[in-house]
């Protein structure tokens, strides 16, 4: 029998290779609860938008969980994010580098859905590597 | 009775507030960590929140502080901003075996750029 933080667990690992990883962005549908709070990207709208961005900047994007911690209704997941830069982002044009970024992510999951997210990326480093300063 | 993950927060929360482990909580492996600490001065740190599952726990530290040098190209400012930190501590029998920090820079970032 699993307990309430192992399914938590799974349903956040589940989302995330869904979501961020197969692209599959009409599944909030099935992950995300009817009143989610997007504490990052605005919305429900808005984290689809944004992943959308990310995709065009980062084709080849991969996401992996490397550390996953759940108590009660919260779960906290660092991660990190490699991809090529070959599309504009943020206004930055496709320079053909290597991204390799830690990004955490904390969720709140009631009932087996996602409640809400928000989430904290190492933004000095990612302009870094895209630049290839 | 308290739970393994109590105790463990305990522990962490000792260890975060002892002000003789500061040097230690300042250090990440990112590259920019040496200017980070040049660039921003007159650090306090304050636990937001800990969680813990197993000999797990991760802090989410909340630091304010004043930017007075350059940092990531951007020159000092002279303002105060506000920072994250997550550290990440593996608790064996009450005592910290090991821990790691990283600086969330993408809610920094903002607050140093030129209007």
């Known amino acids: 029998m699993k307990t309430l933080e192992q399914r938590n667990v799974e349903t956040v690992s589940d989302f995330i290779e869904a979501f961020w990883n197969q692209s599959e962005l009409d599944s909030v549908d099935r992950y995300l609860s009817a009143d989610y709070q997007e504490l990052a990207y605005q919305s429900k709208e808005g984290l689809k938008r944004f992943a959308a961005t990310i995709l065009e900047a980062f084709p080849d994007k991969r996401y992996t969980v490397e550390e996953i911690v759940g108590e009660g209704e919260k779960v906290l997941v660092r991660m990190t994010v490699q991809g090529t830069h070959q599309g504009a982002f943020f206004g930055t044009a496709p320079t053909g580098n290597r991204i390799d970024v830690t990004l955490y992510r904390q969720y709140r999951v009631v009932d087996g859905k996602i409640a809400e997210h928000r989430g904290w990326i190492d933004m000095v480093t990612m302009w870094h590597q895209i630049r290839g300063a | ?115």
């Open chain 2, 1 to 115: 009775m308290k739970s393994i993950e109590q105790k463990n927060a305990e522990a962490v929360t000792a260890f975060i507030e002892d002000t003789a482990n500061r040097r230690l909580l300042e250090e990440t492996e990112q590259f920019f960590v040496s200017q980070f600490l040049k660039a921003f001065t007159d650090r306090h740190y304050a636990i937001d929140e800990i969680l813990a599952q197993g000999d797990k726990a991760i802090a989410r530290i909340f630091i304010t502080a004043v930017h007075t040098g350059p940092f990531a190209g951007h020159p000092s400012t002279g303002k105060a901003v506000k920072a994250t930190q997550f550290r990440e501590f593996h608790v064996i029998d009450g005592k910290i075996a090991g821990h790691r920090g990283w600086y969330d820079t993408a809610t920094l970032l903002p607050q140093i750029q030129a209007q």
